[in-house]
């Protein structure tokens, strides 16, 4: 039997879910009366300009829509009634720069700034349903540059600040985005790394005609080229705008954004998003999964080029009115005590971050205990999560011990771009909690663990992790692409009304509790991040001497995984310095196709790839190889059986 952490009593006394019987209390509400359980929740947490009558539409299933007829603004619900409640004057933000400085923003200051970049968005003809790329690091503005797309009805698309000019580029073009909104340069760890050149790189690639305007945020006052016509200064597009602007109401199934992220085949998938059903969820599990209260500090260390950052940093906490830290620096600049430090000058007392940094600041400390978190006044911190990827048990209890102070629980959240908002995860003050399980689905998800042709599995024995109802933070359809939604999501195989979810998942005998064990597709997870396989392989193959490539994950105490790559040259394979030159050219060249985030660790060369008779890559294989073993199985369908030596070689 595994040790569990039960919730200190203190906790649940003031929990909003304070015990196992409220939670199971709720599921059942969810069982009996599926869209009452929603239509409630939907009413209670969210302020409807026309409240709706329908709660779910399945007619176009697996096309959801919910809360359909009703009219809302997120960013009216993110920022204007907390204000009209009184909250004007409560920070709804410190932003800790780079530097080590910081300042405050309260809601009326928020609401200020949103509003007069909306105005002058709309200005410049932006509206209602056109699309606008946010290529931004962590900032005010960049939170703020949401909110008022959200204000004016217009779908954001955040590209991660790390991707390339060239993965800028495809989504620009397939968003056909009018405006792109980035700023000079990002500073990270004392560094300033360019934007907005990368910007104007990407628009020089071609197919980004739609773009009328970019718009800078000037942060360090680094030169940029100046395109007139085109480019604007964010402080010039705000002044003399008005510090008020009237929602734009939209349906609740309006397109709130699209988040691309990757999969197992092709290009990154437009993730759609709803308004309504988003924006619920994201509140509601502000206040289940991290028990927010109105003096809580809260910090969330994602970026907003993920959907961590998009539902808890852009939109739970400012739903539900809560003060938080946006960070714009990285965990080991100026040391790798920065999280502690940070988490001590702020009085945080909601902490979320990702099990890589958590595993790599506890190698840091090991290394140098002047940086161990005891050496920090943590007093402050009552809850800590984990999202992205699993933490493993000791991960977990060196984060329970040495940051929460064995006081905090640790909640587990398991996720998804697609999910919207958390689906997995332990109640902090219920849910007794058991070291690397994310524990239960949330009230209202309906989370099972099917076999390969959709039937459920009993409790102990692996299979697929499945959603067997819609739920409302859902994804709505792929950008340009429901076909594709369609077929990734809801497989004919499972019968096509179960959501797939991409992972694995075992259910506890006893307990019931969910553990993931991993993808089952060809979608990595490196430190969090989250690669499709294909994609690197076709980064890999654009190089003109690359005539084949195969790119296999390998785990990794650190990162969770690391990319290992297999690659057939159309010349001879190399050996010696040139072999060792020619795999560096080629992680620089993922780089650049990609982003740095999708380099691979190591590059193998070899005459061929491991295939069948009839040509198909044997993954398998070449997952063994790369993590060093010898491969065991049986390779009698192996066309060329001898190559495996070679491969075994790393360069
Ligand atoms: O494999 C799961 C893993 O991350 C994937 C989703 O990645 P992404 O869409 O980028 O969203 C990440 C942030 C929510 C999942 O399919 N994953 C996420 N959270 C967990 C996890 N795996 C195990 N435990 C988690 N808590």
């Known amino acids: 039997m595994q040790s569990t952490y039960l919730p200190p009593s203190a906790f649940s006394a003031r929990a909003a879910i304070p015990d196992m019987d ?138 991660f600040g790390g991707f390339s000019a060239k993965a800028l580029q495809e989504r620009i073009a397939d968003a056909g985005a009018c405006v792109v909104i980035t700023q000079d340069e990002q500073l990270r760890g004392g560094k300033r790394l360019p ?24 942060r360090t006052g680094g030169g940029v080229t100046h395109v007139s016509d085109r480019d604007i200064w964010l402080h010039d597009l705000m002044a003399d705008q008005p510090e008020r602007c009237e929602p734009e109401w939209v349906g609740a199934e309006h397109p709130l954004f699209i988040l691309y992220t990757s999969g197992s085949t092709g290009t990154p998938k437009g993730v759609q998003h709803a308004s309504g059903g988003y924006l619920l969820w994201a509140a509601l599990t502000m206040k289940w999964t991290f028990d927010i209260k109105p003096d809580d500090v809260y910090w969330c260390t994602a970026d907003i080029g993920w959907v961590t950052g998009h539902s808890y940093i852009a939109y739970g906490p400012t739903a539900v009115g809560a003060t938080q830290v946006i960070f714009e620096g990285v965990p080991t600049y100026p040391d790798a005590g920065r999280f502690w430090q940070t988490i001590e000058r702020h009085g945080v007392s909601i902490f979320y971050t990702a099990p890589t940094a958590i595993r790599s600041l506890i190698k840091a400390s090991d290394m140098d205990p002047a940086v161990h978190p005891t050496n920090y006044d943590l007093s402050t911190l009552r809850l800590l999560g984990s999202v992205g990827e699993p933490i493993n048990p000791e991960a977990w209890l060196w984060y329970h011990r040495q940051v929460g102070g064995e006081r ?71 950008w340009n692409n429901p076909k594709r939604y369609q077929a990734s999501y809801f497989p004919e195989e499972l019968g096509g009304a179960l959501y797939l979810a991409g992972d694995g998942a075992i259910r506890d005998k006893d307990t019931g509790y969910f553990t993931i064990t991993g993808r089952i597709d060809d979608v990595l997870n490196v430190s969090g991040h989250r690669m499709g396989t294909m994609e690197i392989e076709s980064a890999l193959v654009a190089h003109p001497l690359v005539a084949e490539a195969a790119v296999v994950g390998k785990p990794d105490d650190t990162t969770g995984e690391s990319i290992c790559a297999f690659v057939v040259l159309k010349k001879d394979r190399p050996g010696g310095a040139d072999a060792t030159a020619l795999a560096q050219e080629l992680r620089n060249w993922v780089a650049k196709e990609i982003g740095p985030i999708a380099k691979p660790r190591e590059v193998r060369f070899g005459d061929n790839l491991p295939k069948t008779r009839s040509g198909k890559i044997m993954r398998r294989l070449l997952r063994v190889l790369a993590q060093g073993g010898v491969v065991t199985q049986d390779v009698s369908t192996l066309e060329n059986p001898a190559i495996l030596d070679q491969l075994a070689k790393a360069v």
């Open 195 to 218: 934007l907005k050149s990368i910007v104007d790189e990407a628009l020089a690639l071609g197919g980004c005609g739609s773009v009328k305007h970019v718009v800078v945020y000037q």
């Open 22 to 159: 409220a939670y199971h209390a709720l599921c059942a509400h969810a069982e009996r009366d599926y869209e009452g359980y929603w239509g409630m929740q939907a009413r209670a947490n969210l302020d409807w300009q026309v409240p709706f009558t329908r709660v779910l539409d399945e007619s176009e299933a697996p096309f959801y829509r919910w809360f359909g007829d009703g009219r809302l603004n997120v960013s009216y619900n993110c920022l204007d009634r907390h204000i009209e409640r009184g909250l004007g004057g409560k920070t709804a933000i410190i932003f800790e720069a780079d530097d080590g400085a910081f300042s405050h923003v309260t809601y009326s200051g928020l609401h200020a700034r949103v509003c007069r970049i909306a105005n002058g968005l709309r200005a410049r003809g932006v509206g209602k349903g056109d699309r606008v790329v946010i290529y931004m690091a962590m900032s005010v503005e960049g939170v703020a540059a949401m909110l008022a797309c959200a204000r004016i009805g217009a779908t954001h698309s955040v590209v």
């Open 408 to 478: 905090c629980p640790v909640v587990d959240t398991f996720w998804q771009t697609e999910t919207g908002g958390h689906m997995i995860t332990p109640l902090p003050g219920a849910t007794p909690l058991v070291p690397g399980s994310c524990t239960l689905a949330l009230p209202g998800i309906m989370a099972a663990v099917v076999d390969e042709a959709g039937q459920d599995v009993p409790d102990g024995q692996g299979g697929i992790l499945v959603v067997k109802r819609p739920w409302p933070s859902m994804i709505r359809t792929i």
